[in-house]
């Protein structure tokens, strides 16, 4: 399968649970959280996974890897920088470079 295929499949779960909505927005699609709490569960794990060197559990795992496939086809990093600050980046990137390695 492509990789559209899994985000399309992903995202369509979670729209069917009620966790997020398609809006349709000038530059493409946006899927914003119907429940901003479980937005910042999301963001918070993803930071204690890159910041503070902890385990990956599935969901933060899954969240990595298509955060930095969408950000690989991207200068800015959008999905990565939502979570990270530049600075936070910058200085975490050697963490980074090793999750991708270990989760792929």
């Given at each position: 399968?492509?990789?559209?295929?899994?985000?399309?499949?992903?995202?369509?779960?979670?729209?069917?649970?009620?966790?997020?909505?398609?809006?349709?927005?000038?530059?493409?699609?946006?899927?914003?959280?119907?429940?901003?709490?479980?937005?910042?569960?999301?963001?918070?794990?993803?930071?204690?996974?890159?910041?503070n060197g902890a385990e990956p559990d599935v969901m933060s795992a899954t969240l990595f890897m298509l955060a930095r496939a969408a950000d690989s086809n991207s200068i800015s990093r959008p999905f990565?920088?939502?979570?990270?600050?530049?600075?936070?980046?910058?200085?975490?990137?050697?963490?980074?470079?090793?999750?991708?390695?270990?989760?792929?």
């Amino acid at each position: 399968k492509s990789p559209r295929v899994y985000i399309d499949e992903i995202t369509d779960s979670l729209i069917s649970k009620g966790i997020v909505h398609k809006e349709s927005k000038w530059n493409g699609l946006r899927f914003p959280t119907d429940d901003p709490s479980a937005e910042k569960a999301a963001v918070d794990g993803l930071r204690n996974v890159i910041l503070n060197g902890a385990e990956p559990d599935v969901m933060s795992a899954t969240l990595f890897m298509l955060a930095r496939a969408a950000d690989s086809n991207s200068i800015s990093r959008p999905f990565m920088y939502s979570v990270l600050s530049k600075e936070e980046y910058k200085a975490n990137e050697q963490r980074i470079k090793q999750l991708e390695q270990q989760l792929k």
